[in-house]
């Protein structure tokens, strides 16, 4: 029953995306207002997590301020992550993504209208454009969303950050939110195009000032924000993991 349910969550997934990417890409046209594209993402998000069966469950959200823009950091377990920060955050993020995704249907047009910054991270020269591009969006009032470790983890644990995020913050001269997930790997693992019920914490953390931000070195900036990130999301380092699962026990 549980897998002919997740069939169904998955169909869904791929039908409610089309038909929201067209109708938010029409209204947006329309009223000549980009801004309706980026409010029916909540839409949305909404619409799959109670098709699905998934309870989002947020704490901290006095920790982020709506009159304030931010580069969110995030650990990254699974699609959901996307769907449930969209719901959790108090601030509608722009997300800052992989090129290769725009070869995806419909998630191209979505992520272009929704003012998403897509990344090239075979290119160092079009990533370091992005990633100004994208400092002088967040200088004028913009929140970005960065999952550091750059992929999905296959275990509930954390993995190396790359440093693109922290030169972002630093050149756009705004708070670090940390965020931790908990749960979303559960609901739908990496390689698996199944769907299933379940709950999704999302802990938002207290910001690091853009003073802290620029005062400390990035190879600094770079473990405390991950600690903080271990910490709201429960988890282990995958290093610290995979030595433990190594290591002998004791006779």
Do not use: C
């Amino acid at each position: 029953m549980l897998t002919i349910r997740s069939l169904f969550n998955s169909l869904f997934l791929g039908l409610w995306t089309a038909f929201m990417v067209t109708t938010a890409v029409t209204m947006s046209a329309v009223a000549r207002d980009p801004e309706i594209f980026r409010r029916m993402q909540r839409v949305w998000a909404r619409g799959l997590t109670r098709f699905w069966g998934v309870d989002i469950e947020v704490s901290g959200t006095e920790n982020m301020h709506p009159d304030t823009s931010y580069v969110v950091m995030s650990n990254h377990l699974s699609y959901v992550d996307i769907v449930a920060l969209f719901l959790a955050l108090p601030t509608i993020p722009g997300f800052l993504a992989k090129r290769e995704l725009t070869r995806v249907p419909f998630l191209s047009q979505a992520l272009r209208s929704g003012g998403h910054v897509l990344i090239d991270r075979g290119q160092r020269t079009n990533a370091a454009q992005a990633l100004s591009q994208a400092a002088q969006q967040v200088r004028a009032g913009k929140t970005v969303l960065i999952f550091p470790e750059g992929t999905r983890g296959e275990s509930d644990t954390i993995g190396a950050f790359k440093k693109g995020g922290f030169f972002l913050a630093k050149e756009a001269a705004v708070p670090i939110l940390p965020v931790g997930l908990r749960g979303s790997r559960g609901v739908f693992p990496k390689g698996s195009l199944l769907v299933r019920p379940g709950k999704v914490e999302v802990h938002i953390g207290v910001p690091i000032p853009p003073d802290e931000v620029d005062r400390r070195a990035t190879n600094e900036m770079v473990p405390l924000v991950r600690a903080k990130i271990m910490e709201l999301s429960a988890m282990p380092s995958r290093d610290a993991a995979a030595v433990d699962r190594v290591s002998p026990q004791p006779a």
